[in-house]
């Protein structure tokens, strides 16, 4: 985010402005094209790529190629690393709720926090501190100090730091791109985040045997400081509408719930989400999918294939993501989706075929990267940007622990229905569900830019 140092402005952008939804103007590091020809032929169809001619988001969205993945590489060296130390896959899931708590509860706080100050300082701030609670990673595992202890103390650090900094990231690029760009900006940010869930534990298994763990550590921590670059390039990001100080304390997390429920598209979105991801999300069952259903395909396979089915799913959504980034009914995009996220999920659960099953599941992940494009852009557009530090951080939370609920609910399901039944059951109702919410409260479906 190429700034001048002494103004704060891109260098070589125009900077435009823009009415907010609270009235005030929005300073913005890009504007649109003038007369922007359409896009003909195949390029309808490929990935819509304007927020990278604006040199701040340009420089973020690389940045985070390089920190996706070595994010992924620190959460397969952690419970790798508990594992070694305990044989025990129950310490591996206190590890698990060890980083989630700190991350709810910081991430609420977090997005106070970026409605208070400026979010440039603050992504500074907590990029930094993920930067050392990595390096301070990497120093326990080569001093050989074995320590679980540490480790989740160190990972209750680190995912407070990312609780803090995900809502003022997020909240930032409403102010880095106009609001037209703002479901391409979401499918680029969400297209690398899913390559790296696929593209991250496989470089990790492939890196463990040859350099071993403890350097998993230490490239994420220098893979942070390219974030750490790119942030220091970033315009100031002070809040809009006043110079006066503002709180950032449980009253105005508070508020921020109540703004949620005075706005219905706001609730909408987060109640898509949880009805998606806690009905739908089946990760819980493919241990037992792999090798009851599809072990004759041989369980190792099996189990590898039906993780990267959705992530896979995803890539190609977004790879492809010029067929729906430039809708401008986000509220039906969102409802399609989602309807679309429950029929795939169903016919998952329905696949005797192991192939056929990976097919539903690369469809599913089309129609989440579609869901998250849409729903990011719904809280970026929606929301005033007092807000939207606290909208992002509500959104983290939910993104977070909706799929941690569906756990629960499939393994419980699963074991008294069997996983087919479990999993076709919760697509089933995601489509119930979703198409419930549309019916009763138009606000979502009725929503466009």
Known sequence: ????????????DSSGTETGDSGGSE????????GEAPRRGW?????????????????????????SVGSQLTAVAVPKQIYDITHSSAWV???????????????????AVADAVDRRKL????????????????????????????????????????????PARSASIARLVPAEQLPAANALGSTVMQTALVAGPLLAGALIPLIGLAELYLID?????????????????????GSGARRAGLREIAEGF???????????????????????????????????????????????????????????????????????????????????????????????????????????????MVSMVFRGAILLSAATDEMRGRMQGVFTVVVAGGPRLADVLHGTAGAAFGPRA?????????????LALAGAVPALRRYRV
């Open 1 to 12: 985010m190429d700034t001048s140092e002494s103004s704060g402005t891109e260098t070589g």
């Open 27 to 34: 300073t913005r590091t890009g504007t649109p094209a003038a």
């Open 43 to 67: 390029r309808r169809w490929a990935m819509d790529t304007r927020p990278l001619r604006i040199p701040a988001y340009r420089r973020l969205w690389t940045s985070t190629i390089v920190t």
């Open 93 to 111: 899931g206190y590890a698990s709720l060890a980083g989630l708590v700190p991350m709810v509860a910081f991430a609420l706080w977090g997005g």
């Open 123 to 166: 992504m500074l701030v907590t990029n930094s501190g993920i930067a050392v609670t990595s390096l301070l990673f990497w120093v326990q595992a080569v001093t050989g100090l074995e320590s679980v202890p540490v480790l989740m103390v160190l990972l209750a650090l680190q995912q407070a730091f990312f609780g803090l900094n995900a």
């Open 221 to 241: 921590a220098l893979a942070l400081c390219v974030t750490v670059w790119a942030v220091v390039r970033l315009p100031a990001l002070p809040p809009l509408g």
């Open 258 to 368: 109540r703004y949620i429920s005075r706005h219905k598209v706001l609730l909408l979105s987060f109640l898509a989400d949880i009805v998606a991801m806690v009905f739908g999300m089946p990760r819980a069952l493919f241990p037992q999918l792999a090798a009851e259903t599809y072990g004759s395909y041989g369980e190792g396979l099996a189990l590898g294939v039906l993780f990267a089915g959705i992530p896979v799913g995803a890539v190609l959504g977004g790879l492809f993501s010029g067929v729906f980034s430039r809708a401008r009914r986000h509220g039906w995009m969102v409802t399609g989706a989602v309807v679309g996220w429950g029929v795939a999920i169903a016919g998952f659960g329905l696949s005797g075929s192991l192939w056929l099953a990976v097919v539903f599941l690369a469809a599913a992940g089309v129609a989440d």
């Open 422 to 434: 479990a999993v076709a059951g919760g697509g089933a109702l995601v489509v119930v569900g979703m």
